[in-house]
């Protein structure tokens, strides 16, 4: 038995979970609502405050589905209870960003600044950093799935590069570096 698939689905307090006639499962709580279409061989189950998913057999097409749906559903849960922030870090000489209501202006390196639009879901809020150090843009929603997309699409304008590190990276992460042409002449 998949060990993340049998596990209940605890409902935090304000959390309701309602499954359609076509396997759709949608998730209300005070920070918004989310809905996930399930596979039909895939059973959800709402008991009081506890979401179960069962599978009818030990196929692996079943067993994959199991706990992909779990977390699924786990995700939209805590999403529309608590929500979710990436903190991404721009780091490079010049590079900086600006929110302008659902656009973000940002300056990385071009010879232009780039604007990129939000979807209505994700709040963006640049942190107040002190001099000298990279600018830190932090995102909030409460899907999990559309914030993962919208930071790696980010991410995808400039990669940190190995030598000096500049680049958006999130908060937190290591970088693998490498050693630069002189210290490998010697």
Same mark, same amino acid.
């Given at each position: 038995?998949? %060990?993340?698939?049998?596990? =209940?689905?605890?409902? =935090?307090?304000? &959390?309701? &979970? *309602?499954? @359609?006639?076509?396997?759709?499962?949608?998730?209300?709580?005070?920070?918004?609502?989310?809905?996930?279409?399930? @596979?039909? @061989?895939?059973?959800?189950?709402?008991?009081?405050?506890?979401?179960?998913? *069962?599978?009818?057999? @030990?196929? =692996?097409?079943?067993?994959?589905?199991?706990?992909?749906? %779990?977390? +699924?559903?786990?995700?939209?849960?805590? /999403?529309?209870?608590? /929500?979710?922030?990436?903190?991404?870090?721009?780091?490079?000489?010049?590079?900086?960003? #600006?929110? !302008? /209501?659902?656009?973000?202006?940002?300056?990385? /390196?071009?010879?232009?600044?780039?604007?990129?639009?939000?979807?209505?879901?994700?709040?963006? #809020?640049?942190?107040?950093?002190?001099?000298?150090?990279?600018?830190?843009?932090?995102?909030?929603?409460?899907?999990?799935? +559309?914030?993962?997309?919208?930071?790696?699409?980010?991410?995808?304008?400039?990669?940190?590069?190995?030598? !000096?590190?500049?680049?958006?990276?999130?908060?937190? #992460?290591?970088? %693998? %570096?490498?050693?630069?042409?002189?210290? *490998?002449?010697?």
């Amino acid at each position: 038995m998949s %060990r993340i698939g049998k596990l =209940p689905v605890n409902l =935090p307090a304000g &959390v309701t &979970v *309602s499954i @359609d006639s076509g396997n759709v499962v949608k998730v209300k709580g005070p920070l918004g609502e989310l809905s996930q279409k399930v @596979d039909a @061989d895939i059973r959800v189950t709402v008991e009081g405050n506890v979401v179960k998913v *069962s599978r009818p057999t @030990d196929q =692996p097409r079943h067993r994959s589905m199991h706990g992909l749906y %779990r977390s +699924l559903i786990q995700n939209m849960a805590t /999403g529309v209870s608590a /929500g979710y922030t990436i903190r991404q870090e721009f780091v490079g000489v010049g590079y900086r960003v #600006e929110v !302008k /209501g659902q656009v973000l202006e940002m300056s990385l /390196g071009y010879s232009h600044d780039i604007h990129f639009m939000l979807p209505n879901e994700i709040k963006a #809020e640049t942190e107040q950093v002190k001099k000298g150090q990279a600018p830190i843009l932090a995102l909030k929603s409460h899907d999990k799935q +559309l914030l993962g997309m919208v930071a790696a699409k980010l991410r995808s304008l400039r990669k940190p590069e190995p030598y !000096k590190g500049k680049g958006i990276k999130f908060v937190g #992460e290591q970088l %693998r %570096r490498k050693a630069g042409k002189s210290a *490998s002449a010697k």
